[in-house]
């Protein structure tokens, strides 16, 4: 594999989740933390524009505007989809410049602790993956597979990669999860300095990681309204194993509904409170095991 060269760190593609946000803010305060390595690493605030404000986005969701049709249409002109034809010229249409890793540094309010979710099984990601889940417990590896025409800032280049941390409420700047999100990050830089001199890391041949089934919505009535809620006893069990029969949702009048399923899934983002808008109460996901 070739030296990786320029690293994008990315923060506030959400402009209300405030620990990638302030970690940009710090890192181009401090910018010599990152100027320490054999490659270049810079940092990139997302939305500017709802962080300022303390939103999630303005008009529409940011990590929701890179389809590449999306990105040469040049009717798309909302703040977000104008935001997004930006940040693809600084990392993607630089000619020389390319970007060759990306860093979208999110905060959840589900119990994702610190999650890294990758979108293809490149062996550099699998192998870094495995290296961070290795040396911290907190490090969950998750695939979507969905990286083909994705619309995620991540997808701009092929070793792209999203940190979940949480549960960090939206708008709200968490001192632990800060410090540990920061950890991480510079785990992945000095991981990439030894790449890049050929010097990798030892880990063990297999990762466990959790692979994206299918999203689930909570129950609804015919006008949309929410029937039902997360149950108390899958509420902040992320990344546990559902079984069939186990209760999924409780009724406003009390009554619990269970997952109806015939194998035993994982679900993760469990009542994310971003995504009541998308009509998901969580997503199952199947634990798998890879030899890398």
Known sequence: MKNINRVAIVGGTHGNEF????????????????????????????NPKAFAVGKRYIEKDLNRCFFNQDLQDATLNSYEDSRAKSIFQMLVQSGEFQVDVIIDVHSTTANMGLSIIL????????????????????????????????????????????IEVGPVAQGVLNAEWFQK????????????????????????????????????????????ELQAMIHPRLQFRDYEPLNPGEPMFLTLDGQAIAYQGTSTVYPIFINEAAYYEKGIAMYFTEKQQLSI
Do not use: M, W
Request: glycine share 6%; aromatic share 12%.
């Open 19 to 46: 620990t990638g946000a302030y970690l940009i803010k710090k890192l181009e305060k401090f910018p010599h933390l990152i100027q320490q390595y054999n490659f270049e690493a810079f940092t990139l605030l997302g």
């Open 181 to 224: 999100t920061e950890e991480l990050i510079f785990t992945i830089l000095n991981y990439i300095e030894n790449s890049n001199q050929g010097v990798i890391p030892k880990t063990n041949n297999t990762l466990t990681f959790y692979k994206y089934l299918e999203a689930i919505d909570y129950p609804r009535n015919a006008a949309g």
């Open 119 to 162: 979108g293809n099984q490149h062996p550099f990601l699998l192998k870094l993956a495995a290296y961070l889940s290795e040396i911290n417990p907190l490090v969950k590896v998750c695939y979507t597979q969905a990286e083909k025409g994705s619309n995620f800032l991540r997808s701009l280049c092929e070793l792209g990669i999203v």
